[in-house]
């Protein structure tokens, strides 16, 4: 894994961290995340 894509994965952490942020932005954000990274394959 790249430092570029760490980056991406801490900042989607801070985002759900924060209560404030939507909800909706965060779950795509997770969803492409998890297609671009299969846990399995």
């Known amino acids: 894994m ?8 801490v900042g989607l952490m801070d985002l759900a961290l924060n209560e404030d942020n939507d909800k ?3 779950r795509a954000k ?3 995340l998890c297609n671009r990274f299969p846990l399995y394959e």
């Not at 430092?3 to 994965?9: P, Q």
């Open 2 to 9: 790249k430092e570029a894509e760490i980056k991406e994965i």
């Open 30 to 32: 997770t969803i492409d």
């Open 24 to 26: 909706e932005e965060i």
